[in-house]
């Protein structure tokens, strides 16, 4: 057993090593690239605030796009999807895709920033908390990847975010869709040619029930919504009472004219 000096002794060492690295490899904001202090985990307290204020600004529980002039409608949809009909029963979004939201998202999918899946699963379980549905998910599911993917790049963030939104809600997780066609990358292509590239790409896998279920689809990022509105779509006519969605980042295409 380790005595009183003892633990005051390797705690000496310890903090001095991480001082040392600090001071060899200072830690950088993974936002800015500004050094950070040992102590502040991931980002520096200027990109902390900025994301905490992006964070704040309220979304359509709908379609979980930004909240417009216009606000909502009596049904609590805003100016985005009030005359659209959706497979997807409602969307929570951490932040609007834009500004520090984009960049972390960009780091943490492709900077070898993975140690990120725990601050970005915070913002998300904030946003989820705060949904009208909150309290209706039995269950989270990843967007699937396909397996080829899988085996050129071992990482894929929606399967971390899930991982961790699961750890930390307790809302089991749930592999009951697959995706059984590759092709083009949904942000490759032009937003008009979104929702037929994704059309038939998903399918129920194997052995899944999901009848009368209330289900909550992850995935990091959300543009035109069409990736989570096929997922939706499969897991209905497969029985599912109620499909919701969680996003780290949702483009707002509404306030953006037509670009793609
Ligand atoms: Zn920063
Ligand atoms: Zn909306």
Not at 40 to 58: E, F, S, T
Not at 103 to 119: A, I, P, Q, S, W
Not at 213 to 222: E, F, R, Y
Request: one cysteine or more; charged letters at 20%; glycine letters at 10%.
């Amino acid at each position: 057993m380790i005595g009183a000096s003892g633990r005051s002794i390797s705690k000496l060492i310890t903090n001095a090593g991480t001082s040392l690295a600090d001071l060899i490899y200072p830690r950088r904001c993974a936002i800015c690239s500004t050094a950070i202090d040992g102590c502040v985990r991931d980002v520096c307290k200027g990109c902390r605030r900025r994301l905490d204020l992006l964070i704040a600004q309220p979304a359509c529980w709908c379609c979980g796009h930004s909240i417009g002039p216009f606000g909502l409608d009596e049904n609590g949809r805003c100016l985005n999807c009030r005359h659209t009909k959706a497979a997807l029963d409602g969307l929570a979004r951490a932040g609007p895709y834009v500004d520090e939201i984009s960049t972390l998202v960009r780091v943490f999918k492709y900077g070898g920033r993975d140690e990120l899946d725990l601050m970005c699963a915070d913002a998300m379980v904030g946003a989820l908390e705060l949904a009208p549905w909150w309290d209706r998910i039995e269950a989270l599911v990843c967007v699937p990847t396909h397996w080829r993917h899988s085996v050129t790049r071992p990482f894929y963030a929606p399967r971390a975010l899930t991982k961790n939104l699961s750890r930390r809600t307790g809302i089991p997780m749930a592999t009951v869709l697959r995706r059984v066609v590759g092709g083009p990358h949904q942000m490759d292509l032009p937003r008009s040619q979104r929702a037929a590239n994704i059309k038939g790409k998903f399918a129920m896998a194997g052995g899944a029930s999901v009848t009368g279920a209330s289900l909550c689809m992850v995935d990091d990022v959300s543009t035109t919504g069409a990736t989570l509105n096929e997922c939706a779509k499969v897991l209905k006519a497969a029985g599912a009472a109620v499909v919701f969605g969680v996003v780290l980042g949702k483009v707002n295409t509404a306030f953006e004219g037509k670009r793609s």
